[in-house]
Nanobody, 123 residues
Framework: QVQLQESGGGSVQSGGSLKLSCAASGDTRCMAWFRQAPGKEREGVAAISPAGASTNYADSVMGRFTISRDNAKRTLYLQLNTLKPEDTAMYYC???????????????????WGQGTQVTVSS
């Protein structure tokens, strides 16, 4: 059974930075970050391959966010730079057992989810 626990959220001003972490247990393979703002659907932000060599980003965060992983520490990261008020959301770590199609950013592709960590960006 895979368990995921996010941390690192907080409140920052527009233009600021945060680094999110997700501690994982079990066989996580492909992993991703999602976010959900109030009244909106959950959306994929970034995905990473099992070894961490390949990544995929949503257009809205390309060039500002960076996903990475340290498999020795069983930890997934998301560096958030140049934050905007529209980045305000609950951020979730997700994992799936598959090793193919790492780039998927659709909710249905992921089996396991963390509880989320809140990111709030003020203007």
């Amino acid at each position: 059974q895979v368990q995921l626990q996010e941390s690192g959220g907080g409140s920052v001003q527009s233009g600021g930075s945060l680094k999110l972490s997700c501690a994982a247990s079990g066989d996580t393979r492909c992993m991703a970050w999602f976010r959900q703002a109030p009244g909106k659907e959950r959306e994929g932000v970034a995905a990473i391959s099992p070894a961490g060599a390949s990544t995929n980003y949503a257009d809205s965060v390309m060039g500002r966010f960076t996903i990475s992983r340290d498999n020795a520490k069983r930890t997934l990261y998301l560096q958030l730079n140049t934050l905007k008020p529209e980045d305000t959301a609950m951020y979730y770590c997700a994992a799936r057992s598959a090793t193919t199609a790492f780039q998927r950013l659709d909710v249905s592709a992921y089996n396991y989810w963390g509880q989320g960590t809140q990111v709030t960006v003020s203007s």
